[in-house]
């Protein structure tokens, strides 16, 4: 490339990063257009990249979107397929740099951890403690204020070079979601608050990733400063925990003042301090200290999905083997509840 990197850097542009980069982008992918078009003259594509990387020269496309209704209603946004490889490059080198850094308690996109040890740890928590405070944040990714992020990227990327790449994906993707939130004005706001850029497009992997660099410092504030002992976040639900009602009455006001100067707010309406044993909504569960349940929202979703895919099958539409592996996919993740009857109960209309 004929220039000189700082090692962070040239880890990023290497030619083997961006191989591998470019399998992780693929994975599963390889028959979109994008994936395919980019694998034809893969070594070429590579190179070139590496030489807009290297020379300062690249600049990331244009986001395509979609919405889908499912849990909820989202707005997706696609990167073309020559970013999403820069995406990977740049996360293999930086990601466990963060890692080392995370808590233990938080289980969204991170290596050995994912929601079922969410559960898990929740219900054990669940057994030790009477109270929970469970909270979620206010459009999560679209209220993601970028100068607050890019300041805690700094804080630990001090590599111009690589937190300027950081900088530049970041910006690509500044008002993609604009439409999905209009924020509010906190302390100190003026006219320009609302002008300020904001916001991680949904379904980029460098979104996923800087949803957890942007509240590990609110994770060190409940663990450190509140002195929370039971504690533990995927993406933006958490929950907190303690063996009285007034302390977290007055936790929930200090996390309201914290997460305020990130400039993010937690729904009013399902921010109560209740007792265990009334069960706590948890990643489409309810979990109690002795037992878990399916959420109903979640068992009507299920059904509607599965004889939507039966029907697929009778069609002819789809493979026997898929229809099964939407079916045993659904088993994998109820079987973490209480959920014979409920299984049988589902399943129970399908003819094979």
């Known amino acids: 490339m004929g220039q000189e990197f700082s090692a962070d850097f040239a880890n990023v542009v290497a030619f083997s990063n961006l191989m591998q980069a470019w399998r992780q982008a693929a994975r599963g992918k390889r028959a979109s257009y994008g994936a395919a078009a980019f694998e034809d003259r893969l070594v070429e594509h590579l190179l070139e990249l590496q030489e807009d990387l290297a020379t300062g020269s690249y600049r990331p496309g244009a986001y395509t979107h979609f919405v889908i209704h499912e849990p909820k209603r989202r707005r997706i946004s696609a990167a073309p397929f020559r970013d999403r490889v820069v995406h990977h490059a740049l996360?293999?080198?930086?990601?466990?740099?963060?890692?080392?850094?995370?808590?233990?308690?938080?289980?969204?996109?991170?290596?050995?951890?994912?929601?079922?040890?969410?559960?898990?740890?929740?219900?054990?928590?669940?057994?030790?403690?009477?109270?929970?405070l469970r909270l979620d944040i206010?459009?999560?990714?679209?209220?993601?204020?970028?100068?607050?992020?890019?300041?805690?990227?700094?804080?630990?990327?001090?590599?111009?070079?690589?937190?300027?790449?950081?900088?530049?994906?970041?910006?690509?993707?500044?008002?993609?979601?604009?439409?999905?939130?209009?924020?509010?004005?906190?302390?100190?706001?003026?006219?320009?608050?609302?002008?300020?850029?904001?916001?991680?497009?949904?379904?980029?992997?460098?979104?996923?990733?800087?949803?957890?660099?942007?509240?590990?410092?609110?994770?060190?504030?409940?663990?450190?400063?509140?002195?929370?002992?039971?504690?533990?976040?995927?993406?933006?639900d958490f929950a907190l925990f303690a063996t009285d009602k007034r302390t977290l009455?007055?936790?929930?006001?200090?996390?309201?003042?914290?997460?305020?100067?990130?400039?993010l707010q937690f729904h009013e309406g399902s921010a109560q301090v209740q007792a265990v044993a009334h069960g706590i909504p948890w990643l489409g569960f309810v979990v109690y200290p002795t037992h878990r349940r399916v959420k109903a929202r979640k068992v009507v979703q299920a059904t509607r999905r599965l004889h939507g895919r039966y029907a697929a099958w009778q069609r002819g539409e789809i493979s026997f083997a898929e229809f099964d592996a939407s079916v045993q996919g659904w088993i994998n993740h109820v079987r973490y509840a209480d959920s014979w009857g409920l299984r049988s109960h589902v399943l129970e209309p399908f003819v094979f």
């Open 91 to 132: 996360c293999k080198v930086i990601e466990p740099i963060f890692e080392a850094q995370f808590l233990d308690d938080s289980y969204a996109n991170r290596p050995g951890k994912g929601t079922h040890r969410a559960v898990n740890r929740l219900q054990q928590f669940a057994r030790a403690f009477p109270y929970v």
């Open 138 to 236: 206010v459009k999560h990714f679209p209220a993601i204020d970028h100068a607050i992020l890019l300041a805690t990227l700094a804080e630990t990327i001090r590599d111009p070079a690589t937190l300027a790449l950081a900088g530049q994906i970041l910006a690509s993707g500044a008002g993609v979601l604009d439409q999905e939130y209009t924020p509010p004005f906190f302390p100190g706001d003026d006219l320009l608050a609302l002008c300020r850029p904001r916001g991680l497009p949904i379904g980029n992997l460098t979104s996923q990733f800087w949803s957890n660099v942007y509240l590990h410092p609110f994770d060190l504030f409940v663990r450190d400063e509140l002195g929370c002992r039971a504690y533990l976040r995927y993406v933006d």
């Open 249 to 263: 009455w007055r936790w929930k006001e200090a996390v309201r003042e914290r997460l305020g100067a990130l400039r």
